[in-house]
């Protein structure tokens, strides 16, 4: 994929000409990258989360206080344009209801859950698609963990269930799901993504004791072997605290890269920290991409600690690759 | 410094205080009391909890113990009930939990100072404490055994209390309620913590505020119904 068909990607997803009401809707003070373009006599909202031919987006994560649930999606919403980002990888509990409340087991919260997706109609899916249209933010990728869950620990994903679950990414407007499963799951995955013309992305951590667990450089060429449709989501914390090699893996892989979890950590295991204090070499990946004009969608995510908020910590960290991108 | 002086330098560094307020409020505006909370009454622990974040223990372990996916719930924890000042809690932290079924291990952090971690195993403890507190002040009155309580007090108690001193006739002093009260959180230690000595002219307070302290996190509802019990009968 060369640099304009990745502009054609990320465009088609791009929000619709109803931008105006997300814009007027902005504090005063925001220092969103979210401009109207005023020579456009439809108003378009541009997509400026571009750096230097780099485009960004936002992992939510970031947003520690925010409980990932629906009731908070539009708080998320206005913390994004807030940031500046027109692109997001979203969570699947940003749009699901929960059921594992007070007097309900796992097995039945688990059994409600599914039966639910595979009954919510389209509308449901396009009514949150038109939120993020309107607040100029696009779905990238749709985050679901479609694995052994360490919430309820066992594997029971129907067929039916994980067609649903793409359904719903693809009226939301994702171009892939990813989740963080292992090379089990993701080889039973893997027929699924190209009967919806999208990909399903790996997500690694760092848990080098699990042979099932995607980790390495060695476990992500597993995957890509599956199909030509399994990418990587390549989270430069984990795979540095993993002691991977960032660079070399993004030299090898970059056409199976669809998106980088850009954070920093320390190696051998080491703690997460804010950028520039770990082991991840930040700028040289953001330079890599760059340079090389990869489309590699770079999304920014934090775990350090922070006693400033979210939104603060993460335009701290969008302005140090701003300034790695001069 | 002393005092002469130190009104000297005040008055010198009046100048630039307003630039030094502009630059506190700031950080007062920074600072995310929608996710830490407001700042505890003890300064102390306030520096304590700000470590427990700076470091990232709060995104996993949660701000209040409450633990986000999979990390381990620190309040059911039998290692961290049995920690004293980080003795048990430091070693983990400085190399982390590498061999785990879970997706992200438990990171290592190896560079954290002795002080760090006991500003951590503290702000944890005092987490404990504090919930355990409310669940059992919530909790109905039991019947208590007398027997086990005596037992309880001679091993836990008696080295700082004495019942022919401070704790003689406390049966008649409080009653079933307020004895409870009194266990979990006595009253000289509801004062904000001072550093002042005490006046046995040492810092014993301050031992007893840590003592109470671990024995409120790790007390059961039949503990502390047993102490009543026992105590009821010092009249």
């Known amino acids: 994929m060369n640099r304009r068909d990745f502009a054609k990607m990320v465009l088609v997803g791009t929000p619709s000409l109803l931008g105006l009401h997300g814009c007027s809707s902005r504090e005063p003070n925001s220092n969103s990258n979210l401009t109207l373009d005023a020579d456009s006599p439809q108003g378009k909202v541009q997509n400026n989360s571009v750096v230097n031919g780099v485009q960004f987006g936002i992992q939510p994560f970031c947003y520690h206080d925010l409980v990932m649930n629906r009731e908070n999606r539009p708080e998320l919403l206005r913390r994004i344009v807030k940031n500046g980002f027109s692109l997001v990888e979203l969570h699947a509990t940003w749009c699901e209801p929960r059921f594992n409340v007070a007097g309900v087991s796992a097995v039945e919260a688990r059994e409600k859950l599914r039966e639910w997706r595979i009954s919510a109609p389209p509308d449901y899916y396009q009514t949150i698609r038109s939120e993020f249209d309107q607040a100029g933010v696009s779905i990238f990728t749709y985050y679901v963990n479609m694995d052994i869950s360490y919430q309820n620990n066992f594997i029971d994903y129907t067929d039916e269930e994980i067609d649903a679950t793409f359904r719903a990414a693809k009226i939301l407007g994702a171009k892939g799901c990813i989740g963080s499963q292992g090379l089990s799951a993701t080889k039973r995955l893997a027929p699924f993504p190209r009967k919806y013309d999208m990909f399903m992305s790996v997500h690694n951590h760092s848990n080098l004791s699990d042979p099932d667990a995607i980790n390495t450089e060695e476990s992500f060429v597993k995957a890509f072997a599956f199909s030509p449709e399994i990418m990587a989501t390549f989270d430069t914390r984990h795979f540095t605290a993993a002691n991977g090699d960032c660079l070399a893996f993004l030299e090898r892989h970059h056409e199976r890269i669809r998106n980088v979890h850009l954070g920093d950590r320390r190696k051998n295991q080491g703690r997460s920290a804010p950028f520039g204090e770990g082991d991840t070499p930040i700028i040289e990946i953001l330079r890599m991409i760059k340079d090389n004009e990869w489309p590699i969608i770079v999304m920014l995510e934090f775990e350090h600690g922070t006693l400033r908020t979210g939104v603060k910590e993460v335009q701290s960290m969008f302005d140090y690759c701003k300034r790695a991108l001069v | ?235």
């Open chain 2, 1 to 235: 410094m002393n005092r002469k002086f130190f009104s000297a330098f005040c008055i010198l560094l009046n100048g630039a205080l307003p630039s030094a307020v502009c630059v506190m409020a700031q950080s007062v505006a920074d600072y995310d009391s929608a996710y830490i909370g407001s700042p505890l009454p003890d300064p102390i622990m306030q520096h304590n909890k700000e470590t427990f974040v700076l470091y990232g223990c709060a995104y996993c372990h949660g701000m209040y113990l409450k633990p986000v996916g999979e990390a381990t719930d620190l309040r059911r924890s039998v290692i961290v009930a049995t920690d004293v000042n980080g003795n048990l809690i430091g070693p983990i932290l400085r190399v982390g939990i590498p061999q785990t079924p879970k997706s992200s291990p438990m990171p290592q952090f190896s560079d954290l100072s002795d002080q760090e971690i006991r500003s951590i195993a503290a702000y944890i403890h005092y987490c404990r404490a504090t919930e355990n507190y409310k669940a059992l002040m919530n909790e109905p009155a039991g019947s208590g055994n007398l027997a086990a309580g005596q037992a309880f007090y001679q091993k836990n108690c008696a080295s700082c209390h004495s019942i022919d001193m401070d704790f003689k006739a406390i049966g008649s002093k409080y009653n079933e309620n307020e004895l409870r009260e009194q266990i979990l959180d006595p009253a000289r230690f509801r004062i904000p913590r001072s550093s002042k000595l005490s006046d046995l002219g040492d810092t014993k307070m301050i031992e007893g505020r840590t003592k109470h302290q671990i024995l409120l996190e790790n007390y059961s509802k039949t503990d502390v119904e047993n102490i009543v019990a026992y105590l009821r009968t010092l009249k």
